[in-house]
């Protein structure tokens, strides 16, 4: 077996964890089937020459017979400080053999123990008399430290954060290559810090570290409320840890003796874009050598009473670029550039030459104007706009620093020269969340749906989960987040960023316990109370609040990761407890502010969505109790979640399995959240399939209703209309933006359509990822990936594809916690080939339809037959990889007539 892919905390060398106790993964490879790990053994050492040697001086685990790969808890010396920490890992395999040991990897921490910090949080005084509550876009502060490094440098690491956001510099060169670090928390609970080593920055001698300081969500504008959310101006803190090859320490801090200077960045805000001044820019002040006599000294702040953290979730960063598809110049005698894709980040301008005084403007949007102008009404208050003021010179490259916007479109204005298609580079900026999962299918336009649901998820996953990027909105909306979380586990490494969003849920919680609408808030919940336009005063929200139980579960389910429930079950048992308390004869009172939001031609009940939505919640609540060993609270919430059950069906569900309501979504959520049994689900089921059906194979469902709309078609049977809903062209459906050229999934189903045109500005956004909730079930049941819940993680799984809707193919792949699952079928015909790989030390159980082929097969025999009916057959398979060959029946696919395009070779492949 060969070991690969050390992950400590799920991240590849870590700097400044602060957990007690990190959890250590491993990936395993072996040439042979149904092979698993039988034992294990972690070294982890103070020092690689140790580790080398074999020399554990922290932990040697010693032998420990598990199959256990992923999450080990580290469990040796107490964990000090700012140190770092190496580690490997062997392992004996099935039949006992031991491997060599892995290479090394590698962890370092940051404050343990409530260890104080020394720095000071500095910032910088306004002139005067002026008052900071009154400036709302001010200046970004450049900040600066002249200091000398007393010898030769073994290593230096700095610890940073900020009250707002910042940018480093050491000696000129920019430190680490995060964005809006750090992050958006609620700065009055706490604020995160970063970690970056910068012992190739340093060395003896003259030096200087420099800081941009911007508002960020600390003190910039945020959402609908204006700006100063936490406080007024912002401040950085800072330790650089020195350590030099005599062994002493050094300690450079934030402190009063730093110098401050307005700079020439005369706004950056998130929502209102960036203004430059490049004459005002001090050359050479990253540098030694630089005379800032000029400089103030900086404004120290009392005191911070929030929490000081290490960095949980993945930074944002520059995560990839796009090259415009086209320009053009217009009549305005401005550029237009087309990035060909709905995109979340920034412009960067590379201009060959700049006049004195010159102002450049670069604009930009989602949409066109009928007259080609940019599309900006349903920005609302925000603006997508970069101002720069130029000097005599060239070339330069322009780019903002703490704002980002959502575009399609940029307008350049004031260029002296023609620009050329690559004056204009997409800077597509998002948290560090890296692609797990692929997918794609023989029908176009399932694969650029897939792509758009993918878009959505890079344009809103930056520090929070957001609602939408563009408009001064830019939310952590809960309900948004727990009905897309299983689509963005599919496709991307979410786990560390929802357990950091699940701090801010928890963090944001009400005082009655409920869970937020939206997270951190930010002053979402006193706008909605004072707002007499909204007329939204619910103190909970059905399908929103329970993305506080739903979100840890769903991670719990898709990584193995039970610490997330450790972490939110208090409050999950809160919020249930809660429920319970305001819900006469457990129903829901219905007064939600906004139910199956943004459903189209159907009015769904509340008070069935949330009784659902409850009884799920209390569902999910005992199952975590039983992950946590807590026997008797497992018994009490699903004695809670029985009773709920009764309730709903006696209030809501008549004897022909008709719910009130008679929405899609009222017997979507009743289904999948396991309100209903036998012959009463399955009338239920029949009349969600009439609906569909009534409605000519169309939706009507919102937010809520969506995610679970083609699950519960499918878990009942449904599958042709689960498929005719996918495929469906006509509005309203998921292809029916495809078709009119979206590159993201829409707000709404009617964001844009032909006969009305565009929808209101005031919520119009398209880049809103919650209707590509249905791309869970591509995964789960086009492709066929599904995780298992008693071995969470992908440990053991189900492969159960469920070709239809005319597909001939699909294929696709995800990297599970335990190593890459792939996938791939094909339907020639009626003969359907599957062909899967499973990664060593895991198990699947294979469901291949119709009449299997042995002969065509191969490797099935490594494989177990365990059932075999009408359906299809079932095997149980380890590692390794195999491939199936069945007969469908006729009615089970849809057989392309032969000579079509979709099969023009007319031929069975081993026929
Ligand atoms: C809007 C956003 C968000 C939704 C709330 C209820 O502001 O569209 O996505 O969750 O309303």
Redesign the pocket.
Known sequence: MRIFGLRTEYAENPLGLDTPAPRLSWLLESGRHNDVQSAYQVLVASRPGLLREGTADLWDSGRVDTDQSAHVIYGGRPLESKQHYYWKVRVWDGEGEASGWSSSAYWSTGFLNGEPWQAGWIGRKLPGTEDASAHTLPPVPYLRKAFRVQGPVRRAMVYATALGAYELHLNGERVGSDYLAPGWTDYHTRVQYQTYDVTGHLSEGEAVIGALLGTGWYAGHVGMFGAHRYGNTPYLLLELHIELADGTRQIVASDGTWKVFAGPILYSDLLKGEAYDARLEPEGWKRPGYDDGGWDTPAVLECYTGILTAQVDPPVRVMGELLPVSMKKTERGTYLYDMGQNMVGWVRLQLEETREGQEVIVGCAEMLNEDGSLYTTNLREAVQEERYLLREGGPCVLEPHFTFHGFRYVEVTGLTAAPTLHTVVGRVVHSGVTDTGSLETSDPRLNKLLSNIRWGQRGNFLSVPT??PQRD?R?G????AQIFARTASYQMDVARFFHKYMLDVIDARLPSGAFP??APDAGWEAFKHASEVLNWHAPD?GG?GDAGVIIPWTVYQMYGDQRILEACYPAMKTWVDYLERHSPGLIRPGYS??GD??SIGADTPKDVLDTAYFAYSTALTAKTAGVLGLEDEQTQYYGLFQRIREAFRAAFVSEDGRIKGETQTVYAVAIQMNLLEGELRRKAADHLAANVQAHGSRLTTG?LGVGYLLPALSESGHEDTAYALLTQEAFPSWLYSVKHGATTIW?RWDAWTETGGFQNPG?N?FN?Y?LGSVGEWMYANLLGLRPRESHPGFKQFDIRPRPGGGLTYAKGEFKSVYGTIRIGWKLERSLFTLQVEIPANTAADVYVPGFVLPDESAEGDFARLIASGAEGTVYRAGSGSYTFVSRLRAADCEIPAEGTAADPAGEEIGA
């Open positions: 609602d939408c909105e939310l909306w809960t309900g948004d609408d939206v929200n929103w502010n906004y939001w943004l937010f707000e919520m956004s809103h919650s």
